[in-house]
């Protein structure tokens, strides 16, 4: 264990790759993560996913941290928003596992998944057409990190300032792309 209780130093540590280092700050931090995970009521194997993909993303940021004597804080952040993912892939998976077949009741509904599946397809095969930086934009702005401003332009390496123009250009490019392939913004259901 360390003598130092010094949060900066030990994130200073792991960043170097101390494997000790890391250890006291699942020491320090796995209680609040197990408790955020139990505010969402979520299941053992439930809450260690939950934990691992917190931890596997501090590890993946850990160089990128702005404060590290917050990472408690940011750890918190982060185990939110992975528990949120587990509840909705729970209710994904429920929703599919007790999907019955197509009858006269539901198949509209059935009809209707499958369209939204491939409109969501016909999308995301546009933004890979787009510009390299305005596709890159784009994934970071509507993965499931939900992410600040701040955080998408630390990562893509751009002003703040620059994500709505770019935004922009990258959603009027969009348009073109989808109406080029003969996909309508109203088959899309997005606004104009």
Known sequence: MYQTSDTIQIVTWAMAGD????????????????AIAAGYRLSGADTEDAIQMTWLSLVQHVGS?????QVGAWLSTTMRRCCLRV????R????????EPATSDNAG????MLMRAERGRQL????????ERQAQL????????????QEIASALSMPVGAIGPVRGRALRRLGQLLEESGTSRQDLRLSA
């Open 87 to 90: 509840v909705q892939r729970r």
């Open 109 to 112: 509904a059935v009809v209707e």
């Open 19 to 34: 494997q000790r280092a890391w250890a006291e700050l699942v020491r320090r931090h796995r209680p609040r993560l197990t």
């Open 92 to 99: 994904w998976e429920s929703l599919t596992d007790d999907a």
């Open 138 to 149: 784009m994934r970071a702005l509507f993965d499931d990190q939900e992410r600040s401003y």
């Open 124 to 131: 995301w095969n546009a933004v890979e057409r787009l510009p």
């Open 65 to 69: 941290l702005r404060s590290p004597d």
